[in-house]
Every structure is written in structure tokens, then in C-alpha cells.
């Protein structure tokens, strides 16, 4: 069952546009939201993480926007870059049996054309 | 620090033969996370281990995986007998500890092809 729905599967952004990929979770247990960013033939890498008590965090050009009530998250790119082209992968993560367990969405391919 | 450590980062195998992947984490993490990348499914978490001490083995697929931690710096994964249908990434990672907040740290994978 998949509990982290993201979209588009694919975007393709001009350069110094915005990127915006989303998110919609279905288990009200999540309690931490990362982005992780994943290049061709590397491991995913933490981008960018929110909790549930913020409403929105900002790293440089990147952002995420959370809405609680309708458990739905966004990651948002400012002045968008051809070095942004990866794909992105939202997740969520909760509590099971004392550990942290992460759900992650299908991913997100970005292609940022010069 | 080196980060997350993964071996081999490429493997070809026939159908039915035996696979161990292994994983160094990053030293003075306590919880490790193997997780499988295919295109389908997507990154599904398989088995966490928090203290060498494996917590949560939900997403194991069959009983043909196993995973074992006999100590804090090495953990291996292993198909016995490999099918096609294994073929995937497989990702080692690793963490400070077990809170929601702490930042996963990725190796660079397995690439595993069953033929």
C-alpha cells in the first residue's frame, strides 16, 4: 500500500524557474517530512526536512510548504538550475517499535533545460 | 569520514545462486537501514537494525533474505537463492540513532542483476 503519493513523475523547468513537486500522505502518524535528492548512479541525500508544527522551511533556494489539515507537502525550487536536475524524492516517516521508519513517495525526475 | 560504504557496487549473478551485500556505515552511527530501489516499487525499506539489534524486518520480501549486523561497523544482506525478479539497487544506510529527526545517510549502492 502506498501511503506517500507524489507528483509529477517527471517536470521539466526552465533555468531560473520554479520547480514544484508534491506530496500527499494518507497516515496521520508521520511525524517528519524529508526531501531526499538522488543523482544518476549515486545514494539519495537529505535535501531539505520539515515537522509537522511548521507550516513551512526555507534552505536557500529550496522550500518546503506543509499543510497539516490536508496532509499534503511541497517542495518548492526558486531560480531553478541545470545542477538541480536529479530526481527527488519525498518521504515521511514515523515511529515503529522505537525506530524511525521511512515511507518514501515514487520520486519526482527533474530536468532544469539551460 | 568516508560515509556510508557499500560492497561490491556491481554484481551479475545466475538465477539460484547466493548474494551477500555489505554495508559499513558511518563509524559512531547506531542504526542501520537496508533499502531496495527498483523502478515499480520504488525505495522500500527491507530491515532496520538500531545497536546491531534488527527492530523491524516488515519489508524483508521472503525468507530467501536475511540480513545480519555482528557488529557495529559491518552488516551484510544476503539472497539465497537469487531470482531474477531480485534485480535491483540495493542502498545501505546509516544514522546517528533512532530519532525521527535524524538524517539517514545513503551509500552509493548495489547494482544487483539476476539473470
Known amino acids: 500500500q502506498q501511503q506517500v503519493k507524489q507528483s509529477p513523475q517527471s517536470l521539466i523547468v526552465q533555468k531560473g524557474g520554479i520547480s514544484i513537486i508534491n506530496c500527499a500522505y494518507e497516515n496521520t502518524a508521520f511525524d517528519y517530512f524529508p526531501w531526499y535528492q538522488q543523482f544518476p548512479g549515486k545514494g539519495p541525500a537529505l535535501l531539505i526536512a520539515i515537522r509537522p508544527d511548521v507550516s513551512e522551511k526555507k534552505e536557500g533556494r529550496f522550500t518546503i510548504s506543509f499543510n497539516k489539515s490536508a496532509k499534503q507537502f511541497s517542495l518548492h525550487i526558486m531560480d531553478s538550475q541545470p545542477g538541480d536536475s536529479a530526481t527527488y524524492f519525498c518521504a515521511a516517516s514515523t515511529r515503529v517499535q522505537g525506530a524511525q521508519k521511512l515511507v518514501f513517495g515514487q520520486g519526482t525526475r527533474l530536468t532544469i533545460n539551460p | 569520514d568516508a560515509g556510508v560504504i557499500q560492497s561490491p557496487r556491481h554484481e551479475v549473478t545466475e538465477m539460484g545462486q547466493e548474494v551477500t551485500l555489505r554495508c559499513k556505515p558511518i563509524?559512531?552511527?547506531?542504526?542501520l537501514f537496508w533499502y531496495r530501489q527498483t523502478m515499480m516499487r520504488g525505495l522500500e525499506l527491507l530491515i532496520y537494525f538500531n545497536n546491531n539489534v534488527p527492530i523491524d524486518d516488515s519489508g524483508m520480501p521472503e525468507d530467501r533474505f536475511s540480513a545480519k549486523m555482528p557488529n557495529a561497523s559491518f552488516s551484510t544482506l544476503k539472497i539465497q537463492p537469487s531470482e531474477p525478479r531480485d534485480s535491483a539497487v540495493y542502498f545501505c544506510?546509516?544514522?546517528?540513532?533512532?530519532?525521527?529527526?535524524?538524517?539517514?545517510?545513503f551509500g552509493p549502492g548495489t547494482r544487483l542483476l539476476v539473470l
Open positions: 563509524s559512531g552511527h547506531n542504526s
Open positions: 544506510a546509516s544514522s546517528l540513532g533512532p530519532a525521527l529527526w535524524e538524517t539517514q545517510y
